[in-house]
């Protein structure tokens, strides 16, 4: 058992989990990122980006980070600007589930809210607003600093150096790896060090109506991976790793996610429903096997935070998202 002086040196080493599915030769395997301290893999994010910063000499005590986020990245930023003494300003808008930003404040971090209005009623409008003003408010003060998690280099590299190098040790082959796209760090960082080391089939997925990948972008209701229409697309991308791209619904998800709250105990954020969903509809449909193969699906956090909303029955019901032919589809998959 670990002995640690730091809430930082909790973050990492998450365990695999692997998932009895009904089809030969397929092995599914979870790397279970609501291990990390605040309960996400944004921990990465948030320890690399204040590390570099750090190094720089362009982020010292007593000074003040200011982020914008749609939750799980201000909820990793604040946890370590409380032990690492700095304060947090968080930027987000109403599409933040209520529980994360809970947690933002019980850190000790500053809520800045941006609206709809404020952006011209325009969602895509609304993300490029909150980083504008996590830009102005830095450039206004010294004692501020905007780390900008959507453009800086030592994003994906937290995760080159350190989520990839362990689902390889723990693994070792790793012929499918899936992950979702928001800032694209996570999954590029990883990716990255896989490919390098090995030969891996990526899979990016992003939300029915997001515009990564497509730009007839529309509403939905997941929330982090994926960009609204009209946002600009974070240069932390990296499509040069990217082998496949597949959209999952609001609908697929959190019928998924409940499903395995449900049924097997486990309780998984938005991300995570895309990823089970899109696992199951993947491998259902691919021909037969002539070798095992390895699929590794990162589980970005825990869904603690989204119980107002996909594990809230009213109002799945309201927004008409309940699906039980979702769930016997999934039964009929996954061994429980």
């Not at 590390?51 to 930023?77: F, H, R, Y």
């Not at 928001?182 to 090995?198: I, N, V």
Request: glycine fraction near 8%; aromatic fraction near 10%.
């Amino acid at each position: 058992m670990r002995i640690v002086e730091n809430i930082s040196d909790l973050i990492g080493k998450t365990p695999l989990l692997k998932l009895k599915i009904r089809v030969p030769k397929w092995n599914l395997y979870l790397k279970m990122e609501m291990f990390n301290p605040s309960g996400s893999f944004k921990d990465r994010t948030a320890l690399g980006i204040i590390l570099d910063a750090e190094k720089k000499g362009i982020l010292k005590k007593g000074m003040t980070i200011v982020e914008s986020s749609s939750g799980n990245t201000a909820k990793a930023l604040a946890m370590l600007s409380a032990s690492r003494g700095y304060k947090f300003i968080a930027i987000v808008d109403k599409h933040a589930p209520a529980d994360k930003l809970n947690a933002i404040r019980v850190y000790g971090g500053e809520l800045y809210f941006c609206s709809d209005e404020d952006a011209g009623g325009k969602e895509g409008h609304l993300v490029d607003l909150r980083r504008n003003i996590a830009k102005k408010i830095a450039n206004e003060n010294p004692n501020i600093i905007n780390l900008d998690q959507y453009d800086s280099p030592s994003n994906p590299i937290s995760y080159y150096k350190t989520l990839g190098p362990e689902i390889k040790e723990q693994l070792g082959k790793i012929d499918f790896l899936v992950g979702t796209i928001g800032t694209g760090s996570s999954l590029s960082g990883t990716a990255k060090y896989l490919k390098e080391t090995g030969k891996t089939t990526v899979i990016a997925l992003e939300p029915q109506g997001s515009s990564h990948f497509s730009p007839k972008g529309h509403t939905y209701f997941i929330s982090g991976p994926g960009y609204p229409k009209g946002a600009k697309i974070p240069k932390n991308i990296n499509h040069d790793v990217i082998d496949e791209n597949y959209f999952v619904s609001d609908s697929q998800a959190f019928n998924t996610m409940r499903f395995f709250a449900e049924n097997k105990g486990l309780m998984f954020g938005d991300s995570g429903g895309m990823m089970l969903y899109y696992a199951m509809k993947h491998i259902t449909e691919s021909k037969k096997l002539t070798s095992p193969k390895n699929m590794v699906l990162i589980m970005a956090d825990a869904g603690e935070s989204y119980l107002s909303h996909a594990y809230n029955d009213t109002w799945m019901i309201k927004n008409e998202l309940l699906d039980i032919n979702i769930n016997k589809k999934i039964g009929k998959f996954y061994i429980f």
